[in-house]
Every structure is written in C-alpha cells, then in structure tokens.
C-alpha cells in the first residue's frame, strides 16, 4: 500500500497521538512513534486501540514502529506533534532529528499558540497544519488507548485555505476511518473548541476534580460554564469571529450524555501530570484582554487553576 504521507515521525503518543497514529499505521500509513517513558512497556505488550462505539472492538496496531530516541527515526516527510503543550518548550530538542527543510507539521495539541509556536521553533516558510479533536479519548494503562467517543478531527492552517499539501494530511485521516472536518479559519476552529474546554475541563479541576455531570447537576458551577462560553464567544469575537449562541447551548447538549466523563485535564491534573494551563486558558485570555475585552470569569478561572498547580 502506498503511503500518502510518506514517512511519518510521532511525538508525543499518548491517548490523542497514539490513537491517531495507531489508526494511521493500521491504514498503511508508515508511522513512527517516539516513545519516552513508556517504551520499554510498549515493546514488550504492543499497543491495542478500544473503540467502544464498535462494541468495544479492540486492535492491536501492527506492525509498531516504536523508538526511544528521535535520532533513530530520523527525517520525516510530516512530524505529528501530540505531545502536551506543557512540553513545547522541549518540542525543539525532541523533534529536531526529524525535521528537515521540506518535513511538514501538523500539530494535534489543545489550547492556542501551538501552531505559533511550531513556526517560532522550525521557520514560517513551512507547512504547519492545526489539526483539532473533538473526542472522548483515554489512555487506560501503558499500552491501551480507549475511544470511547469517535467524534471527528477538524483541519486548519493559520491565516489561509488549507494547502495541497494540508489536505494530504486530511485524506490519510479520512482513508484511516477517521472523521475529519476542515476549515477555512483556523482561528475560528480553535475559540470555538474552547467553548467546551475552557469551562468543562477547567472546572472539573476548579471545583475539586470532578466529572462533567456534577458540573451540570450544580446550578451555580452551571451557570459559571455559561458565562465562562459567553466570555469565550466575546474573545472570539473581538478577533472577528462570530460563535452563534445555539453552538453554546449545544455544548451543554452534548456534554449531558457523556454522564460522569473526565476532562482530559482532569485526568492529568489527577495523576500529577502537567496540564496545559497557559495554552487552554492563559493564552485566549491573554487574547480577549489585548482586545479590551473584560472577561472576570475566565481570569478568576485561569488564576485558580495556577493556584492548584
């Protein structure tokens, strides 16, 4: 089978990048995980996917191209980043080996400045994709990632159209079995994804490490989620991007049945792992007040959570 991407180097694959990654090499797709802390686990017992909208069918990613050294891989022609953006500040060091003039980016990570950033690190004369995930996906142990929500992944490039080259990228998803969507606004993509992050993952750690259905149960924690995406589709409207009201109201529609579901937030912050504060509430705060905007909650929100840190 031909590889539509080429050569593939994966960073960070933990539940986002492993899942992806894994379902990309099921596909054909010739995918290299740089693995860290888990590596020596990962060779001995593989790394099986859980798809529990499919009856909770589990696949073994064969044959896994595992390493513990980005020099082992070497140059890609794409370098998937999914690693936290808690680790951007290491992304140069980790991911140099791989990248070479032509490689191209496509970062999977939460939060604003990823794409910035990749650009600061690698050059702006780059193809550099923002791909978003809007799923429910868990590492349960070191070698078993569960979807337990397919959801789809949506495409974007910062200040333009995706490229030939992008959509590349979109096809291999989509030949994966994986739901893609794109966008002609990359920054549009990314506040309206906040609109569920900044409140839902935010609380959850906020209010005591909790699940999303106790968010929705309390009155008070409910409304501050409401007024929380109303100061989100402020920011993103002072950047000149207009979130309907009915895309809000939907967010509480979709969160209910998820029933007590954990942020990906919340599971870090529970297993004393970093979370991306600055990139998920530091950075679109900082981007609502550069606009004169007045956002109380989302500041109070991103104080308490450094707080807990």
């Not at 020099?71 to 953006?85: F, L, Q, R």
């Not at 309390?218 to 989620?225: C, H, I, T, Y």
């Not at 550069?290 to 840190?309: I, S």
Request: hydrophobic content about 40%.
């Amino acid at each position: 089978m031909a590889h539509t991407l080429g050569k593939v180097g994966l960073i960070g694959p933990g539940a986002i990048g492993g899942f992806y990654g894994g379902m990309l090499a099921l596909a054909g797709e010739d995918v290299h995980f740089l693995f860290r802390s888990t590596y020596d686990a990962v060779v001995e017992h593989g790394l099986t996917l859980v798809h529990h909208a499919d009856a909770c069918k589990q696949t073994k990613v064969s044959p896994l191209q595992a390493y513990n050294r980005a020099e082992s891989i070497g140059v890609c022609d794409w370098v998937i980043v999914a690693a936290k953006a808690t680790a951007n500040d290491q992304l140069a060091e980790m991911m140099s080996p791989m990248v070479g003039p032509s490689t191209r980016l496509l970062t999977l990570q939460n939060g604003m400045g990823n794409v910035e950033n990749l650009f600061r690190l690698f050059g702006k004369n780059r193809t550099v994709v923002g791909g978003l995930c809007f799923t429910c996906i868990n590492r349960t142990s070191e070698g078993v990632i569960e979807n337990l929500l397919p959801g789809y992944v949506q495409f974007g490039q910062l200040g333009q159209k995706l490229s030939p080259e992008a959509q590349s990228a979109v096809h291999a998803f989509s030949n994966a079995g994986i739901k893609v969507r794109t966008s002609d606004s990359l920054d549009e993509a990314l506040w309206r994804k906040l609109c569920w992050n900044v409140p839902f993952n935010g609380l959850s750690i906020a209010a005591g490490g909790i699940t999303t259905d106790l968010i929705l149960a309390d009155p008070a924690l409910k409304n501050r989620a409401q007024v929380l995406m109303l100061e989100v589709q402020a920011g993103a409207r002072a950047h000149g991007v207009e979130i309907e009201d009915a895309f809000l109201e939907k967010q509480f529609e979709l969160t209910e049945p998820m029933g007590p579901y954990k942020p990906s937030s919340l599971i870090d912050y529970l297993d004393g792992k970093p979370v991306e504060v600055d990139a998920i509430w530091g950075e679109p705060l900082r981007r609502a007040q550069e606009k004169g905007r007045m956002v109380p909650e989302m500041d109070r929100l991103f104080r308490e959570l450094q707080h807990k840190m």
